[in-house]
């Protein structure tokens, strides 16, 4: 991604360099995020961050000063002006007049779990927080959101975990009068080897362009056979700030309609989800009415079940994609047990 307007920008990082970056941005620096399955010294740094349990698999074409296999890669977001730290009930953000990054992780605590699991409480208790600052702070858009939680696809109080957090989700957004179809974030949701529920989110000033992909039914209109909510998401979200436009593509996997295409088959689940992707960005040029986004300049970020289908997956990336293939592999559960990988993805271009 590069710089927009506002100076929104982000950087792809091996964590040496993302030590060294976030010391020199120093107050202009936003927020991050870091995925490694070793504990990262992130507590002596006061820019708001997440740190998730995965293992990083391999990176690809992400910068010179990234090794092709690093212990922990790092996103960093930054702005062009001085930002302004602070924190709201368990949220730390920073913030600039035009953007906002905060990030909240939450302890599941059984108190809580009266009536609901205590997975359902934490998440909802995580997004009417979230909700109230964008409230209180006046930035009403968000741009996208992360989630991460321990054991997505294990059972507990006869629900799977994801479909508890799906139903914390959607109550948290009506009880903060948002809507739960049609104009919503874009998003991910993933299983981490471990840690607490962690959502980090951008928010700004700019109303994003929520873009669906023709060939797959809504998320927010997936039938009840995957839960008794829907997933709260858009396929992506296009915020046109300017002279910038930037694309935040969701978590995106091998699903047509509603249904997982080819279960077992982490080959032919790649190139659906490519083929998603690709809809995905024609869908928003379409928006823009223009070519402006293209698969091979976009970012990656592939979170693949079993460490040992990482080359398969590479491998189709690298022959749909081409060269430029900008991409980092994590091993991570994905949110439907026939699911063997999902992806995410983001660019911003020069509004030509
Ligand atoms: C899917 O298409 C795959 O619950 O926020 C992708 C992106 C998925 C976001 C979420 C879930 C979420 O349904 C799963």
Excluded at 286 to 292: A, D, N, P, S, V
Aim: glycine share 6%.
């Amino acid at each position: 991604m590069g710089v927009s307007t506002t100076g929104l920008e982000s950087r792809q990082l091996c964590f040496d360099e993302w030590m060294r970056q976030s010391g020199v941005l120093n107050s202009r620096a936003l927020g991050s995020l870091c995925y490694s399955s070793a504990p990262l010294p992130l507590a002596d740094c006061d820019i708001p961050g997440i740190h998730v349990a995965m293992t990083v698999l391999a990176a690809v074409n992400i910068s010179a000063a990234m090794s092709t296999q690093p212990d922990a890669v790092c996103e960093l977001w930054s702005s062009s002006v001085q930002t302004v730290a602070g924190q709201y009930g368990e949220i730390r953000y920073r913030h600039d007049g035009n953007t906002l990054f905060g990030v909240i992780q939450l302890d599941e605590s059984a108190d809580d779990a009266v009536q609901s699991s205590a997975l359902q409480c934490s998440t909802e208790r995580a997004y009417r927080q979230i909700f109230e600052l964008l409230d209180k702070l006046g930035y009403p858009y968000v741009y996208r959101f992360w989630n991460y939680m321990a054991d997505i696809n294990r059972d507990s109080d006869g629900l799977e975990r994801y479909r508890q957090f799906n139903l914390g989700r959607q109550d948290a957004f009506i009880a903060s009068a948002r809507n739960v179809a049609g104009n919503v974030p874009a998003a991910c949701a993933l299983g981490a080897a471990g840690g607490p529920l962690t959502v980090a989110f951008l928010a700004g000033h700019v109303q994003p362009l929520a873009i669906e992909n023709p060939r797959q039914l809504s998320a927010y209109e997936y039938p009840q056979d995957y839960g008794p909510r829907s997933p709260t998401f858009s396929r992506a979200s296009l915020v046109r700030s300017g002279a910038e436009d930037m694309l935040f593509v969701s978590g995106t996997a091998s699903i047509v309609g509603h249904v997982t295409m080819h279960a077992a088959d982490v080959a032919a689940q790649t190139r659906e989800t490519l083929a998603n992707i690709a809809a995905i960005i024609q869908a928003a040029n379409e928006r823009i009415g223009q070519l402006r986004f293209s698969p091979d300049q976009l970012f990656y970020r592939v979170y693949v079940r079993h460490a040992a289908d990482l080359e398969i997956v590479r491998a189709v990336m690298q022959t749909q994609i081409g060269a430029s293939l900008q991409a980092v592999f994590l091993q991570a559960d994905v949110c439907r047990q026939d699911l063997l990988m999902e992806i995410e993805a983001g660019a911003s271009q020069p509004a030509a």
